[in-house]
């Protein structure tokens, strides 16, 4: 089975984002996370992406899962 690519547009300590590292964590998925929340370029990337503002947003494969 092909591993994944994960990108994964989150804030350094929102609750949701946080809950997305647990769940990368547990199932030892690896993942790239990229700040959105301190890093302009990781968030104009994440709108263009997902059509939306909010994160968490998570990028597998060149699939968005927005919000």
């Given at each position: 089975m092909k591993t994944p690519t994960i990108t994964a547009y989150l804030k350094p300590t929102c609750g949701w984002s946080q809950g997305i590292r647990a769940v990368f964590e547990k199932y030892r998925l690896r993942y790239e996370d990229r700040?959105?929340?301190n890093n302009p370029t990781n968030?104009?990337?994440?709108?263009?992406?997902?059509g939306?503002?909010?994160?968490?947003?998570?990028?597998i494969d060149g699939h968005m899962l927005p919000d």
């Amino acid at each position: 089975m092909k591993t994944p690519t994960i990108t994964a547009y989150l804030k350094p300590t929102c609750g949701w984002s946080q809950g997305i590292r647990a769940v990368f964590e547990k199932y030892r998925l690896r993942y790239e996370d990229r700040d959105v929340a301190n890093n302009p370029t990781n968030h104009s990337e994440m709108v263009t992406k997902s059509g939306q503002r909010y994160s968490p947003c998570v990028e597998i494969d060149g699939h968005m899962l927005p919000d």
